[in-house]
C-alpha cells in the first residue's frame, strides 16, 4: 500500500475504505460507498484507487494516516472528516458538479438511517417510524417526477441516500424480515434507477457484505441458521446483490 503519493500523477486520488468480512475484499460501509460513488462520477477529471483496510489489524502506513475510515488521500492532502472530503472533492475536481439545492430533497432524507438503525438494533420493536420515513421519500419522488432526488442525474444527495437504501432495502429483510412495501412506487422506480446506473452498481456491496456489516454489530438479533447459510460469504456462496424490482419501469 503506498502512501507518500511519489510518481503518481496529480489528479490521483486515494480512497481508504473497510474490508469486507475476509479482511481483504470490498466491505459494506455505506458511508465508504458513498465517496466510492462520487469519485467515479468524477472519474472524468481524476483518476482513483480503492484501497480496502482491515480495521481489526490496519497496516502501520494506515495507521499514520487516520483511525477511521472512509479516508481520501490526494498527494499529501488527507481527509478523514465526511464533509471535509466532500469540500475538498468538490474544490479539487469541480466537474462534473455533484452539488444540489432542492432543501425539500434534503429534509425528506434526515432522519431515515437513524430510524433504520433504532429498528435493525432494536432499539425500537416496531417499524411504524421507519415506514413512515420511508412514506415520505416514497411520496416527495413521487411528485417530484424525476429519476433521481434532485433531478435526472445523480448528486452528493443520492451519493449519500442510495447506499443507505440499499442497507435499508437488505439488512431490514435478513434481520427483520421487513421488506419495503410493493405500492411504494416512488421509492421502487428511484431504486430501479439506480440499479441501471454503472456506478451504483460498480460500487454496491454484496448483499452478504450488508449483512455482515450489521450482523458483526452487537445491537442486532441473531440470524437464523436457514440464513447464516443463505447469507455465508463461503467459496461456494457466489455474491448476491439485490437489484430486482416489484415494478417494471
Same mark, same amino acid.
Given at each position: ?74 498527494? /499529501?492532502? =488527507? ?8 469540500? +475538498?472533492?468538490? %474544490? !479539487? &475536481? ?73 442497507h435499508i432495502r437488505v439488512a431490514a429483510k435478513a434481520f427483520k424480515d421487513f421488506e419495503?412495501?410493493? /405500492?411504494? =412506487? ?8 439506480? +440499479?441501471?446506473? %454503472? !456506478? &451504483? ?19 442486532t438479533p441473531s440470524l437464523s441458521e436457514e440464513k447464516m447459510k443463505y447469507y455465508s ?17
Amino acid at each position: 500500500m503506498s502512501v507518500n503519493g511519489d510518481s503518481l500523477p496529480t489528479n490521483h486520488v486515494e480512497l481508504y475504505v473497510r474490508a469486507g468480512k475476509d479482511g481483504e475484499s470490498y466491505g459494506a460501509c455505506p458511508f465508504c460507498q458513498r465517496f466510492y460513488m462520487i469519485l467515479d462520477l468524477k472519474s472524468g477529471e481524476l483518476n482513483y484507487d480503492v484501497i480496502t483496510i482491515n480495521m481489526a489489524r490496519p497496516p502501520v502506513d494506515f495507521k499514520k494516516l487516520a483511525n477511521r475510515l472512509p479516508v481520501l488521500k490526494h498527494g /499529501d492532502e =488527507i481527509r478523514s472528516d465526511n464533509d471535509e472530503i466532500v469540500q +475538498y472533492v468538490d %474544490e !479539487t &475536481f469541480p466537474y462534473p458538479s455533484l452539488q444540489y439545492s432542492n432543501m425539500q430533497a434534503h429534509s425528506v432524507c434526515l432522519d431515515i438511517f437513524s430510524k433504520f438503525s433504532y429498528f435493525i438494533k432494536q432499539v425500537s420493536h416496531s417499524a411504524d417510524h421507519l415506514l413512515k420515513e420511508l412514506q415520505a421519500i416514497n411520496d416527495y419522488l413521487e411528485t417530484a417526477d424525476t429519476r433521481y432526488l434532485c433531478g435526472d442525474k445523480l448528486t452528493h444527495l443520492d451519493c449519500l441516500m442510495l447506499p443507505k437504501l440499499q442497507h435499508i432495502r437488505v439488512a431490514a429483510k435478513a434481520f427483520k424480515d421487513f421488506e419495503i412495501p410493493d /405500492d411504494m =412506487i416512488g421509492l421502487w422506480k428511484y431504486l430501479a434507477a439506480a +440499479y441501471k446506473n %454503472e !456506478t &451504483f452498481r460498480k460500487t454496491c456491496p454484496s448483499d452478504q457484505e450488508i449483512v455482515y456489516h450489521w450482523e458483526s454489530k452487537p445491537e442486532t438479533p441473531s440470524l437464523s441458521e436457514e440464513k447464516m447459510k443463505y447469507y455465508s460469504t463461503d467459496g461456494y456462496n457466489k455474491p448476491k446483490f439485490s437489484f430486482d424490482t416489484p415494478i417494471k419501469c
